[in-house]
């Protein structure tokens, strides 16, 4: 049941770390959107401002997903897979 648990901390924890960075990312290419695109050769700077904004939601949405509940340990790993089998 420990290595369920540790498993779960190291998931949490890597899950995090991308937040983090996919949300750095999408900062910085909100913040340097004219110029990127410039340097891209696309016509408008929209294209990497929405690619920028998608990042941050990516983001949001994995950091979310860390902080759901913990399971029990009657719980299921996967509950979809196993409610299919029974």
Same mark, same amino acid.
């Given at each position: 049941?420990?290595?369920?648990?540790?498993?779960?901390?190291? /998931?949490?924890? @890597?899950? =995090?770390?991308?937040?983090?960075?996919?949300?750095?990312?999408?900062? /910085?290419?909100? @913040?340097? @959107?004219?110029?990127?695109?410039?340097?891209?050769?696309?016509?408008?700077?929209?294209? /990497?401002?929405?690619?920028?904004?998608g990042l941050i939601?990516?983001? @949001?949405?994995?950091?979310?997903?860390?902080?759901?509940? =913990?399971?029990?340990?009657?719980?299921?790993?996967?509950? /979809?897979?196993?409610?299919?089998?029974?």
């Amino acid at each position: 049941m420990t290595n369920i648990n540790n498993n779960f901390i190291f /998931v949490r924890r @890597a899950l =995090k770390s991308n937040s983090a960075i996919s949300a750095l990312a999408g900062m /910085v290419m909100i @913040a340097t @959107a004219a110029p990127l695109s410039q340097l891209l050769r696309i016509p408008q700077s929209w294209i /990497v401002t929405g690619l920028g904004a998608g990042l941050i939601l990516f983001a @949001a949405a994995v950091y979310r997903h860390a902080h759901r509940p =913990k399971p029990t340990p009657n719980t299921p790993f996967f509950p /979809v897979l196993t409610s299919l089998w029974e």
